[in-house]
């Protein structure tokens, strides 16, 4: 009989922060006001959707059943694919080495860092599909300018996480290798790069993962490789060969991610 | 012959933002000499500057330029290392003869014991050699000696990183043999290891200083292990140099005169006796087998 009245006076809500319930109200209206200011850009017309089900229905089932006739044309050309990645990541890691040790501010000077970083921001900047269609005219249709496509765009991207990681080093076993008389360069060679190696391994594999991807899409602007089978079908409204196509891009990515996150964690 | 030459050397850096008002001087017109074949002690608290001068003796830092018409300088068997807060274009070359041991041993630690070690004659061998790493039968065995010499030939082919703090610091001294140095700086060699490592590190320092004529300059912040290895000690206190002569002149009453209330962080297991790793805390605070009394474990 006593002890409820005491509870009741010993345990109260706990005082309400006005200021943080404002701050939640004005985050959720700016995320709104977003959202409908983007609408009309955007040309939202959900209500098509239902408008034109059936037109939906029937190209839905042009997918189906997919036809796997050409698998061997197919699968000779996601070949092609993985060798494009292949060569676009092997490249771009052999020139992200430099480039990364020279972006990164406790190996190089500023003067050094400053403009090799804007040349890698530049690399990243720019989609691997915008340099596979400059490439497609210097050195023509193909798979090589798929390469070249892939090569620039992930040196930047390789760059900057090298840099980021050579940043990280601990300091104390470079400086124990200058102190015995060394050259700078040999500073990074044994000093740096030890210390860094399984992480730019990491990189490298991630980067493999993701060019496989790219490399898949490169061919939808002549660059060689399945994306070249895909844009072709989709273009002949070759429906039952695109599934095909997308089913084998989707079992080959899922395969080479699984197998990469695999090798990578050996390295981390 | 002078090893080492110092001359009114000063060192100010540059006051951290927000950080303490008051004297950010490490080094204060230090001037001293110490001949070849010396084993000399560097003494002193937290922060009297010994770190700051042995960085200064291998080039690692530059001094200030010279104040008041004075030049600091720093000569290296007769060759300037750094004058007047510029660095020898040779330093690299110097750099070879000044073996420096670090308190955190500044291995590399994915690379093995033995790869550590090979890497002290870098400075010795062609630049295109040495950056690929093709070392020599000769120089591998030499480097196998050097471990041996400290006791660490069991541990070659270990990864640094897998290794004790007393053991990295003796495969460091090793990385220091091979360089074949005239002159090895240990920057507090002992301050992060146990007792029994802490003696067997001192013993080797002693051991290639009587063996080899190399001349050894130990920075410690325990006297009892000044007294016991060395003997001639340089105290720097505030970044001066405040005592420079035997280091049994350093009593306790020296000391407290010296340091003051800081006197206590330097008396800190004056217990060693000749017998050392006797009756010594472990750095954790545990007692050691032997203090104990558990012996032959």
Redesign the interface.
């Known amino acids: 009989m006593e002890t409820s009245p005491r509870t009741s006076a010993a345990v109260a809500l706990p005082a309400v922060d006005g200021r943080a319930r404002t701050l939640k109200l004005v985050g959720w209206g700016i995320l709104g006001a977003l959202l409908i200011g983007s609408w009309k850009g955007a040309e939202m017309r959900p209500f098509d959707l239902i408008t034109y089900g059936g037109n939906m229905k029937v190209f839905a089932q042009g997918f189906f059943p997919p036809d796997f006739h050409n698998w061997k044309m197919f699968l000779e050309e996601m070949l092609v694919t993985l060798q494009i990645a292949i060569w676009g990541t092997a490249l771009a890691v052999v020139a992200a080495v430099p480039f990364g040790i020279l972006s990164a501010e406790n190996v190089a000077p500023w003067w050094v860092v400053q403009p090799v970083r804007r040349v890698m921001d530049s690399f990243r900047a720019i989609n691997e599909m915008v340099f596979a269609m400059l490439f497609v005219v210097a050195v023509g249709l193909g798979p090589f300018a798929g390469v070249l496509a892939l090569f620039v765009h992930t040196t930047g991207i390789l760059a900057k996480l090298f840099s980021e990681a050579v940043e990280a080093v601990d300091p104390r076993p470079v400086e124990g290798i200058r102190a015995i008389g060394a050259h700078p360069v040999q500073e990074v060679i044994f000093g740096v790069i030890p210390q860094v190696l399984p992480l730019w391994i990491s990189f490298a594999l991630y980067r493999f993962e993701s060019n496989v991807r790219s490399a898949t899409v490169v061919g939808l602007v002549g660059a060689g490789g399945i994306g070249v089978v895909l844009w072709e079908d989709i273009r002949g409204f070759n429906y039952a060969e695109t599934a095909a196509v997308m089913l084998i891009i989707v079992v080959t990515v899922t395969l080479l991610d699984l197998f990469s996150q695999r090798l990578r964690k050996l390295f981390t | 012959m002078t090893a080492i030459h110092v001359g009114n050397l000063s060192k100010t850096f540059p006051r951290p933002p927000g950080g303490s008002p008051g004297n950010s001087r490490a080094l204060n017109d230090i001037t001293l000499d110490i001949a070849t074949g010396e084993m000399v002690a560097l003494i002193g608290a937290s922060g009297s500057g010994k770190s700051t001068l042995i960085r200064h003796l291998?080039g690692?830092v530059i001094a200030d330029r010279g104040i008041l018409g004075k030049t600091g300088e720093v000569t290296i068997a007769g060759e300037q290392m750094q004058c007047n807060g510029r660095l020898s274009p040779h330093v690299?070359?110097?750099?070879?003869?000044?073996?420096?041991i670090?308190q955190?041993?500044?291995?590399?630690?994915?690379?093995s014991l033995l790869e550590n070690v090979l890497?002290?004659g870098?400075?010795?061998i062609g630049?295109w050699r040495?950056?690929l790493?093709r070392f020599s039968r000769a120089e591998k065995l030499a480097a196998m000696e050097a471990l041996a010499r400290v006791g660490m030939a069991d541990y070659a082919m270990q990864r640094a990183s897998t290794l004790s703090g007393g053991q990295q610091q003796r495969g460091?001294i090793a990385?220091a043999l091979v360089?074949k140095a005239a002159i090895i700086l240990a920057d507090e060699p002992i301050a992060s290891l146990d007792p029994e490592s802490a003696r067997r590190v001192m013993e080797s320092l002693a051991q290639i200083n009587a063996e080899d004529g190399t001349t050894v300059v130990v920075s410690l912040h325990q006297v009892a292990y000044a007294k016991k290895y060395c003997p001639r000690a340089i105290a720097l206190s505030g970044g001066s140099v405040v005592f420079d002569g035997p280091s049994r002149a350093l009593d306790v009453p020296t000391l407290c005169t010296l340091y003051g209330a800081q006197c206590e962080e330097l008396l800190m297991d004056e217990t060693l006796g000749p017998d050392s790793a006797s009756p010594v805390d472990d750095v954790d605070g545990v007692p050691s087998l032997r203090a104990v009394g558990i012996r032959g474990v």
């Open positions: 291998s690692l690299r070359r110097l750099r070879t003869d000044v073996a420096v670090f955190q041993f500044n291995l590399v630690g994915r690379l890497l002290g870098l400075g010795r630049f040495g950056s790493g460091a990385r360089q």
